[in-house]
């Protein structure tokens, strides 16, 4: 493990103090998970996957191979068999006589709301996908999805996968650029958009973004887009380029509501996913459709003890994010749930917003990621207290690490401390969570995401690939396949074995440093690569400091990825510019002036999550004599730390000046 990454004191003496908190008796009495699942799992780990897949999933064709690992690393799972994932989220619960039950109610962040049932979803479904079909999409064909949080978001999803094409879905903060390259990269036919969302009281616009991504560019192919489906939400006006745009609701009402779904093999693209890698291109992570919803449904019913009959799930994501795929499209739906979904922020048009959410609907099983905790808790729990949350019953967090303290604040304001809370690791590359306790079997203990789920096997290791002992730490490694994990990064499967197979030959590394306490749970200790994790949001270091080269004030970038007590990690750059700008930077007006330039740039070249909290313009870096920057020491000052060893600095003064500039105010 590197400095940077070491434990911190306050939770070297968590791990050794924190108390648990066993289930509760009559929890335990009627939870999903059993203590046998671990011992099952642990004789015949294939055997008990394809016993999950066969329950918890329907087949047009049963699979007879469950687990192909021949062309490690590259897996497949249950491959002679076929399926439809929209058949598995929609269709099978009508047939069961379930058409009636509410999957979604949703709602917006005026105040308008809509139940939809799974009967009404199925009908939703077929007709988008018939409108789809219209417009050309096949099997096998990609489909980019950049929409706010609503009905037809889940909605547009299930219909690529009901007719076999791949969607990939881009989170609607992200600028015309990024978005551009991942339409690029994915080589995708249709994007489904709309003229814009509401966030925090007011309409943002979605379509120009789109408009400007497949813009014709000089130098640069044309995009692969033929039609541009468009949903009506805030009623903004919106430019129409006739022949490719196509108005959602007059294409989905035309169409009609029966539609037979595309029954794919196992191993068939669902989705397309592009998350920030160390490099600056962000990588197109594959998922295909047999393994994942195997391990979706598993996780979603066991780590939330889900009772479909009587619980109303919310878990507060973006679709744009892979726990909106697994925990809000495919898991839930899949298990039958009825789930809230919410466009808007926490604090929009009050603060007490999500828990008024939670009294409306009688919400009892809650989802959200540390950050939204941590800013629940400065803003006081006072605000809480204003609204009946007695329905809650399982707690859940996702995203980071979360800290003890926010934990336990969790527990006790949110939760009334008799709540269970599930601390779940997973990523994007895995699919499905992969590390977190099973309500009514595992003693909870706050911060820790203690132990593998039952088939799972993941461990902590050294440099040399060696297990550590209870109470050591190392990085986070999966040693074994898993149904859910991903098929690869689009297009590019040498990146894909040199970005998570080459550090320990044979072994998925995580990326994630990691500690065993001293019964052998598993604390996370944050990223030991190049990216960041802000909010939730994975970003890349890299392609941050390209954003900010690109502007012609820079000469040379470097961002870390600083501790926050509110996003997690905060972005920190230090730059250096180019000489005839150096002079402006001598003034606080003109220092502001650059700082607001540069953050404005990289949220037009990113977007805003990536904005940098903090710029410091700086002579010089701190590079060894090799010329390589060392970032562990910028991490320092970022982190107002006294600044580690800097002898193999080539000019150890340069961190002197460096740290001087760290006076200046952070921006908000």
Known sequence: MTDSHSTSPSLENLLHETRAFPPSPEFAAQANAQPSMYDEAAADRVEFWARQARELVSWKTPFTQTLDWSGAPVAKWFADGTLNAAYNAVDRHVEAGLGDRVAIHFEGEPGDTRTVTYADLQ????????????????????????????????????????????????????????????????????????????????PSALKPAVDAALAAKEGEPATTVEHVLVVRRTEQ?????????????????????????????????????????????????????????????????????????????????????????????????????????????????????????????????FYTAPTAIRACMKWGEEIP??????SLRVLGSVGEPINPEAWMWYRRVIGSDRTPIVDTWWQTETGAIMISPLPGVTATKPGSAQVPLPGIAATVVDDEANPVPDGGGGYLVLSEPWPSMLRGIWGDLQRFKDTYWSRFPGIYFAGDGAKKDEDGDIWLLGRVDDVMNVSGHRLSTTEIESALVSNELVAEAAVV????????????????????????????????????????????????????????????????????????????????????????????????????????????
Not at 152 to 158: Q, R
Not at 385 to 390: K, M
Not at 582 to 594: C, K, L, M, P, Q
Request: one cysteine or more; a negative charge.
């Open 123 to 202: 009908r939703e479904v077929s007709r988008a996908a018939n409108a789809l079909a219209t417009l050309g999409v096949e099997s096998g064909d990609r489909v980019v999805i950049y929409l706010p949080m609503l009905v037809e978001s889940v909605v547009a999803m299930l219909a690529c996968a009901r007719l076999g094409a791949a969607h990939s879905v881009v989170f609607g903060g992200f600028s015309a650029d990024a978005l551009r390259s991942r339409i690029a990269d994915a080589g995708a036919k249709l994007v489904i958009t709309a003229d814009g969302g509401y966030r925090r009281g007011a």
């Open 385 to 390: 207290a204003e609204f009946d949350l007695s």
């Open 561 to 668: 990825g600083a501790a926050d007590d509110v996003s997690g990690q905060a972005v920190v750059a230090f730059v250096i510019l180019r000489g005839e700008h150096a002079d402006e930077a001598g003034t606080d007006e003109g220092s502001a002036r650059i700082e607001k330039t540069l953050r404005d740039h990289v949220a037009q070249e990113i977007g805003p999550i990536a904005k940098p909290k903090r710029i410091l313009v700086v002579a010089e870096l701190p590079k060894t004599r090799s010329g390589k920057i060392m970032r562990r020491l910028l991490r320092d000052v970022a982190e107002n730390r006294e600044v580690g060893d800097a002898t193999t600095l080539a000019d150890s003064s340069v961190m002197n000046l460096i740290q001087a500039g760290l006076a200046k105010p952070a921006e908000d």
């Open 237 to 365: 006006d919106v430019e129409w380029t006739q022949g490719r745009d196509v108005w959602w609701h007059e294409a989905v009402e035309a169409a009609d509501t029966f539609h037979e779904p595309a029954w794919v093999d196992a191993e068939h693209p669902l989705f397309i996913l592009y998350t920030s890698g160390t490099t600056g291109k962000p990588k197109g992570i594959l998922h295909t459709t047999g393994g994942y919803l195997t391990q979706t449904a598993f996780t979603h019913k066991n780590v939330f003890d889900l009772q479909a009959e009587s619980d109303v799930y919310w878990c507060t994501a973006d679709i744009g994010w892979v726990t909106g795929h697994s925990y809000i499209v495919y898991g839930p739906l899949l298990n039958g749930a009825t789930q809230v979904i919410y466009e808007g922020t926490p604090d929009t048009p009050h603060r007490g917003r999500w828990w008024e959410i939670v009294q409306k609907y009688g919400v009892s099983i």
